[in-house]
């Protein structure tokens, strides 16, 4: 079986309050969520605008837009790029999970649940 990541969780009520996403023109919001992607499959985004819309797959131009948005919402450096933190930090955390329960499948399962010794009702 392919390592294939969890599904993006998306923070819809987060994107719909922040002010600077509820007035981004379509465009940009568009290129903002392709970038979000991006950074959910790779980890992160390039530092770059250049290399940036060659792996997000934007429209050629648009440059100086996407280093807006680069410093704006992608301004946590990694070693090879930069991050939305909160996006990192919920990927790693999928991340663990998947690798626990990919753990315990090679186990046959679920870890038995123990009862402690309090509990146990006598014979």
């Known amino acids: 079986m392919a390592n294939k990541l969890p599904h993006m969780p998306l923070w819809v009520y987060d994107l719909d309050t922040d002010r600077d996403c ?11 969520m392709r ?3 991006r950074q959910w499959i790779e980890g ?7 290399e940036a819309i060659r792996d997000a797959m ?3 131009g648009s440059e ?3 280093q807006s948005l680069l410093d704006q919402k992608f301004g946590a450096k990694v070693d090879v790029g930069r991050g939305n933190p ?3 930090q919920v990927r790693q955390d999928c991340l663990d999970k998947v690798e626990k329960n990919r753990e315990n499948g090679k186990l046959g399962g679920r870890p038995k649940r123990t009862e402690p010794e309090s509990e146990k009702k006598p014979n």
């Not at 509820?22 to 903002?32: E, K």
């Not at 992160?44 to 250049?50: E, N």
Request: charged share 25%; glycine share 6%.
């Open 22 to 32: 509820r007035s981004m023109p379509d465009a940009r919001f568009g290129r903002y």
């Open 35 to 37: 970038l979000l992607i």
């Open 44 to 50: 992160c985004v390039p530092v770059t605008p250049i």
């Open 58 to 60: 934007l429209d050629p």
């Open 64 to 66: 100086g837009d996407v």
């Open 86 to 88: 909160k996006l990192m």
